[in-house]
């Protein structure tokens, strides 16, 4: 029902910013709550931020302040804003989509994932 695209990685220097984007396709997204999720080489596939379909949005205790979601419905995409960036930022990035999730946090609330975008934030 979904499929969705990762852009806007790349490198960058610490405290600098970063802004990715995730293209969807499939009339039902705006009926879809969206997840960033992020994993670095050696760890398990992180929660970073999810934004359900009424806006109501959620971080991680170690981007909050750092990193805003957000979506526009309308035009079918997703963003994540990714400002004070650290070297443990470091991630391969991925957008995801579900319906009818109970818990933004796990991985395996999650139906739809991006290819994921490299994030690399040197020191």
Request: aromatic share 12%; hydrophobic share 35%.
């Amino acid at each position: 029902q979904v499929q969705l695209v990762e852009s806007g990685g790349g490198l960058v220097q610490a405290g600098g910013s970063l802004r990715l984007s995730c293209a969807a396709s499939g009339r039902t997204f705006s009926a879809y709550a969206m997840g960033w999720f992020r994993q670095a080489p050696g760890k398990e596939r992180e929660f970073v931020a999810a934004i359900s379909w009424g806006g109501n949005t959620l971080y991680a205790d170690s981007v909050k302040g750092r990193f805003t979601i957000s979506r526009d419905n309308a035009k079918k995409t997703g963003s994540l804003q990714m400002n004070s960036l650290k070297p443990e930022d470091t991630a391969v990035y991925y957008c995801a989509a579900a319906s009818g999730i109970a818990t933004y946090t796990l991985v395996t609330s999650y139906d739809y994932w991006g290819q994921g975008t490299q994030v690399t934030v040197s020191s």
